[in-house]
């Protein structure tokens, strides 16, 4: 088998299980595979999508990297998204301003952390997550939840071309965007070299620090986005929203065939990988069983997932 | 004079080989101090009873996660362990009549479940070579969804056997400090045996242990085992704690021990670390979360004061614990 064919194999793997559970689901319950039950499966699927571009490259740079953080970030995003907009078009330029730049800052704290101190990942991150949760508790306190602009709303769940929510142009947008950095550019190809050999990418000339600083920076910017449509899909912000991307946004970049090791993989996968994610826990709230019949099932099914992607090397002397 | 200051810096340098938790023991030390200063009666027998009868669990879920961490493992379903135990202890000791004899059978099932949980975290990810994070992360929605089964919703009370003798006093000295005693007794026992050696030696270099003839395999899934049966311990605490059973009451506990362990002085790498450390790293945050409290921050701003705090001494424990390492 060529190389080529090898990268594309867990996006196949993806798709095939994609269609699978489409069908499946259809057949518990006829509809659930109608087209505007699939466009809103896509929607939620895009934030999910958004918030694991971040993850997917913080990822790829290896070193064990890893952002815990990004389901905080998503939550005080829409916190000051709804803030700032107010339920009034007017503000969204602002509103997107000052997520994209507080999204940015933590990531830049996340960076320095991870390259200046040599912090691992996992702790900063984690760390970050702690600080955010505790400045979500004082905003809180201090001002009210705020609402999306009616713009934002429609813009996330209506209809704006070609029958596409403009949040699924946006996620493409992002796909392709994704697509041409990794695969096209000098950023995307220093991403993988200091991904799968740091030493050998130092040694080559690659600004190291710079280009790791830059991947969580971008993380927080992807998080912060979706923290602003989440706030579009939801109406109004509440208590610790983004909780629910933390790791389910590093699961769907394992199940499009990136490795927690890094250096390999792409976004595409990832894409794949949040659709089938999302599918896969919209059959289980179809399904009418208990909520600890669904735990269980969920759980089980992205144990026997995990089967398909990504296993260790067996030791061999 | 270099000379003698180099000779200093070695002996620094061999002492925190030894005993990497040095920094975390002067971070507590520090800490209660202050805890002292701002709230004396932190200080007495009362304050340090409620502090250990509090934090016990958490101490032991982040020894729980100490073993696998040694071995370069990560265990993201601790908390849901607890969760699971704390339901099925409650609800077995509630099913067998509430005696102190259902308290002692319910501790044996209890200790059982966690080891079984612990197994089946090591089979998925050290047999069956399934990445740490994503398949813990995976099985503790699993773990959460019997635990759902078993109690489906928080609030079954625990028998006053149960929590009455864990928040009591026996000889006129409270339960929890023969608890403590008992656990010191046994972290010292654990870490001379064969187990935790291997291991260290699979953390710091899992192909040369392979090489040299070790297991690694049945070395990482017992680390995972023995990781089950310390969740399944915390879980008792957190019962004789709260004095009811609670299926998500582990949650939260999970990052707190990962965060612990780091406190600690022990590496995430693998390879390098003691359990003490972890002992004091989750009494660390334990003293910061009271002292924040009693320095008199506005309850508004405690967890972001936690927060920021429990950052920069997660990051100085790190700078400090690698110093040390050379």
Known sequence: MNLGALLRQPLVIALA??????????????????????LRLLIVAALLGIVAAGQNLVILGGREGIDLSVGGIVSLSAIVAGNLMNGTDAGIPLAILACVATGALFGLFNGLGVTLLRIPPLVMTLGMLGVLQGLLVVIRQGIPSGRAAPG??????????LGLPGIIWLWIAIGVVMALLLTRTVFGHRIYAIGSNEHAAYMAGVPVRAVRVAIFVLSGVFAAIAGICLLGYSGSSFANVGEQYMLPSIIAVVFGGTPLSGGKGG?????????LLTILQSILTTVHIDESGRQMVFGATLIL???FYGRGKAMRA | MAAAAQTSAGGMRRWMERYPFLPALLILAVLLALNGLYQPRSVSLVGITGLVKTYLALMLLAVAQTYVIYAGDIDLSVGAIVSLVNCVIVVLMQYLGGSAFSALGAIGVGLAVGLACGLAN??????????????????????????????PVAGLPAPAAFWRTYGGRFLDIPFVFYVAVVLAVILWAMARTRLVMQLLAVGDDAQRAYQSGLPVTSVRVRGYALTGVFAALAAFCVTGDTASGDPLVGGKMTLYSIAAVVLGGTALSGGFGTVVGSVFGALIIGLINSLVYFVGTPSEWQNL????????ALMAGVIVGRRAQG
Do not use: D, H
């Not at chain 2, 004061?305 to 920069?312: D, F, K, R, Y």
């Open chain 1, 17 to 38: 299980l994609i269609v699978l559970l489409l069908a499946f689901g259809e057949w518990l319950s006829p509809g659930f595979a109608a087209p505007q039950q699939i």
């Open chain 2, 305 to 312: 004061v936690q927060g920021l705090t429990i950052l920069i």
């Open chain 1, 152 to 161: 934002l709303s429609q813009f996330v769940t209506q209809p704006v071309l």
């Open chain 2, 122 to 151: 090591g089979l998925l990810v050290a047999a069956f070579r399934l990445q740490a994070i994503v398949a813990t992360f995976a099985t503790s929605i699993f773990f959460t969804g019997i635990a759902l089964y078993v109690l």
């Open chain 1, 305 to 307: 997932l995990m089967f």
């Open chain 1, 267 to 275: 976004y595409t996968g990832t894409m794949a990988g949040a659709v």
